[in-house]
């Protein structure tokens, strides 16, 4: 047990522009699904969203689709659980996906606005995106140790 497993990290209000997300596109359904969600009742209905640090900024790991409708409904801030990216894992991944993000300038949840994919298609782009990452990390030496 590392000596993070008992930590609770409270939630945190962060502006939304500041998140550089950790994905490259949104699913079109998880959207649709968060905007029949009321406006009014929109933040204490949907849970924080996950960041980390990578290279000092503020990385988005899970809940593009919830920062993004906020976004769209005019909020600024959005509620986040800010975690070391040692405690969630998967840290190669993460970096580089937050690398690769920032090579297609994506450093905005406001830059995944023309990035949403519908269906299968999120699927295929995303799911695929990542196995592809994932084969060629694990196939480096330094993945594994």
Known sequence: MNEHSKVVYPVVLLDIDKLIPNNLYLNDDKIEALLTIPEADFDDSVPPVLVSRIEGEYSLLDGHSRAFVAMK?????VRTIVQPLDVIGMEHL??????????????????????????KEHEEKWIGYCKKVLAELEANESFRS
């Not at 409904?73 to 801030?77: Q, R, Y």
């Not at 993460?94 to 300038?105: P, T, V």
């Open 73 to 77: 409904l005019g909020k600024t801030k």
């Open 94 to 119: 993460f970096k580089r996906i937050h690398s690769d993000a920032k090579a297609l300038k994506i450093t905005s949840v406001r830059d995944l606005e023309n990035r949403i994919l519908y269906g």
